[in-house]
């Protein structure tokens, strides 16, 4: 079966780092889906304006070491990193079919230019889309379910400080996202380094902070030339 995609995903978070983990956990990030050209006619989204949440399913195209064919486990972040579990028992990014699956909320629709504003995605900028479904909650929500390692390990978010005066070179709902992606502590589980500068680009600007116990704190923030 070949399947090709039907729209592109923009965002302002470009590379990997800083990704948002899964879907919904940073609200105030936001991008847009831009139907391409065969699909960019208001038939094609009819009737989403009516919707609070989409389906998305997407490509993993920023993952350099391949699909993840004949990898059967995985190591989950929330489980420290260490910890092996069978990949169909995961959400990782590493599958044997590198395909993501995410609920984002709608912000607005906008049938004749063929794009849907949205918020809380986990995808990067140019990430090919391969198909858009409405969410409906009474097929879609299964309240009071079991989650497996989920349930037994709670992410702690990082508590984070602003360095005075910097706040002001973002927007109020820019600094919100960036504030967010921060506290959801972007480190691979193997770093641990108090003196060290993260970098974490968001859009045109270049985010710096560090990360001392449970608090991070941005010390620079820079417009990228």
């Given at each position: 079966?070949?399947?090709?995609?039907?729209?592109?995903?923009?965002?302002?978070?470009?590379?990997?780092?800083?990704?948002?983990?899964?879907?919904?956990?940073?609200?105030?990030?936001?991008?847009?889906?831009?139907?391409?050209?065969?699909?960019?006619?208001?038939?094609?989204?009819?009737?989403?304006?009516?919707?609070?949440?989409?389906?998305?399913?997407?490509?993993?195209?920023?993952?350099?070491?391949?699909?993840?064919?004949?990898?059967?486990?995985?190591?989950?972040?929330?489980?420290?990193?260490?910890?092996?579990?069978?990949?169909?028992?995961?959400?990782?990014?590493?599958?044997?079919?590198?395909?993501?699956?995410?609920?984002?909320?709608?912000?607005?629709?906008?049938?004749?230019?063929?794009?849907?504003?949205?918020?809380?995605?986990?995808?990067?900028?140019?990430?090919?889309?391969?198909?858009?479904?409405?969410?409906?909650?009474?097929?879609?929500?299964?309240?009071?379910?079991?989650?497996?390692?989920?349930?037994?390990?709670?992410?702690?978010?990082?508590?984070?400080?602003?360095?005075?005066?910097?706040?002001?070179?973002?927007?109020?709902?820019?600094?919100?996202?960036?504030?967010?992606?921060i506290s959801q502590d972007p480190?691979?589980?193997?770093?641990?380094?108090?003196?060290?500068?993260?970098?974490?680009?968001?859009?045109?600007?270049?985010?710096?902070?560090?990360?001392?116990?449970?608090?991070?704190?941005?010390?620079?923030?820079?417009?990228?030339?």
């Open positions: 079966m070949e399947i090709k995609p039907v729209a592109v995903y923009h965002s302002p978070l470009k590379e990997k780092f800083g990704l948002p983990r899964q879907s919904g956990i940073v609200p105030a990030l936001r991008g847009r889906v831009t139907l391409l050209p065969e699909y960019k006619s208001g038939d094609a989204l009819r009737g989403l304006e009516d919707f609070d949440y989409i389906w998305l399913v997407w490509g993993f195209h920023l993952n350099r070491e391949g699909s993840g064919e004949g990898r059967l486990t995985v190591r989950p972040p929330r489980l420290g990193g260490n910890q092996r579990i069978g990949v169909f028992a995961s959400r990782s990014p590493y599958r044997p079919n590198p395909l993501g699956l995410s609920s984002v909320r709608i912000v607005s629709v906008h049938p004749e230019k063929g794009i849907i504003e949205v918020e809380g995605a986990d995808l990067a900028d140019g990430t090919p889309v391969y198909d858009i479904k409405p969410y409906v909650e009474y097929a879609d929500s299964h309240r009071g379910v079991r989650s497996g390692f989920v349930d037994k390990h709670s992410w702690e978010q990082l508590e984070l400080r602003v360095k005075d005066g910097l706040g002001d070179r973002l927007g109020e709902n820019e600094l919100k996202a960036v504030c967010e992606l480190r691979p589980r193997y770093q641990n380094d108090p003196e060290r500068i993260y970098h974490l680009k968001y859009g045109s600007f270049d985010v710096d902070f560090n990360i001392f116990g449970k608090t991070a704190e941005i010390i620079d923030i820079r417009k990228i030339r």
